[in-house]
């Protein structure tokens, strides 16, 4: 009852506590068929670090209800010894809102090159390039995008501007031809941010000028 209203007040999706070989002892959705009580999530790479100590930080899609979220998990201490880890998952995806109302076209890749949060739906969890052999195993041990395919995105390079920027030809429902793709690094978790915006306003605005000018 108390993880239950302490996720009500802090409007995250769900808090939980796992022991220390990863198994859930207690949920704030412990009163849904579907709770996370009993759930062995040792696999998971934010619960790993947890419990060696380190604060985990993990964005995945839950294997219970296979709803996505960021996850943050600390160790829980008593006179210097680790009874667990608390994990608080918390709901990102109004992002995506926001993105889709600022026009243009948005994406948040993880380090491997995945999408998860996109202005267009149907770009996520597709890769910005093919994923190796070996990211492919580490993504299929900890469950990180379970049940989703992870296939190329389709991004094709058309031509490399100054700053990073690029030309780039995109998969639909990428409207007009190509678009100037511009990315930001987040360095902590290395994720890449890329916004892409269409080009057709800008050379409809170059062939006015240059009528004018003639």
Do not use: C
Request: no cysteine; hydrophobic share 40%.
């Amino acid at each position: 009852v108390y993880l239950e209203h302490v996720n009500r007040l802090a409007r995250s999706t769900t808090i939980y506590i796992v022991n220390l070989r990863g198994v859930t002892q207690a949920a704030s959705n412990w009163r849904e068929p579907d709770s996370f009580v009993g759930d062995n999530v040792a696999f998971r790479p934010y619960v790993r670090d947890a419990l060696r100590g380190a604060p985990g930080g993990f964005y995945g899609v839950g294997t219970t209800r296979g709803e996505p979220g960021y996850y943050f998990a600390r160790g829980i201490y008593q006179d210097g010894r680790m009874l667990g880890v608390a994990t608080v998952k918390v709901n990102i995806e109004s992002l995506e809102d926001t993105w889709a109302d600022a026009g243009g076209k948005a994406l948040l890749a993880d380090a491997h090159g995945v999408v998860f949060l996109s202005s267009v739906p149907e770009w996520k969890y597709h890769t910005l390039a093919p994923l190796t052999p070996a990211v492919r195993k580490e993504l299929e041990e900890s469950r990180q995008y379970v049940s989703h395919p992870l296939t190329p995105l389709g991004l094709r390079t058309v031509r490399a501007l100054d700053a990073g920027a690029r030309i780039v030809a995109g998969p639909p429902p990428a409207a007009g031809g190509p678009m100037l793709s511009q990315s930001r690094t987040l360095a902590r978790r290395n994720w890449q941010l890329v916004y892409l915006s269409d080009l057709a306003p800008v050379r409809a605005g170059a062939r006015a000028a240059a009528l004018l000018t003639l």
